[in-house]
């Protein structure tokens, strides 16, 4: 059973920065590829950042350039910082073990000024 945790959320301006963290349970987070989706209200999840377990990073259109997707396999840890933030931007990200039903229960981001 895996479990995943986010957190960092919160309230930033237009043209902040934030990062967010999703520590995982489980002994098998190095093997895992992991991935930051996102929800606005009214409208569907989609995905944001994918990293592999060989550290292979992809990101969706919408954040490349601005986002960084990252991992710590030591602190099964994989991390997610979000520069130049619009309101666009605002929706509950969650953490999840890419290809699998294992999700965190979100944590939310606003951008506002």
């Known amino acids: 059973q895996v479990q995943l945790v986010e957190s960092g959320g919160g309230l930033v301006q237009p043209g902040g920065s934030l990062g967010l963290s999703c520590v995982a349970s489980g002994n098998i987070f190095s093997l895992a590829n992991m991935a930051w989706y996102r929800q606005a209200p009214g409208k569907q999840r989609e995905l944001v950042a994918v990293?592999?377990?060989?550290?292979?990073?992809t990101y969706a259109d919408y954040v490349k350039g601005r986002f960084t997707i990252s991992r710590d396999n030591a602190k099964k840890t994989v991390y997610l910082q979000m520069n130049n933030l619009n309101p666009e931007d605002t929706a509950a990200y969650y953490c999840n073990q890419y290809g699998t039903n294992y999700w965190g229960k979100g944590t939310l981001v606003t951008v506002s000024s």
């Open positions: 990293i592999s377990r060989g550290f292979t990073t």
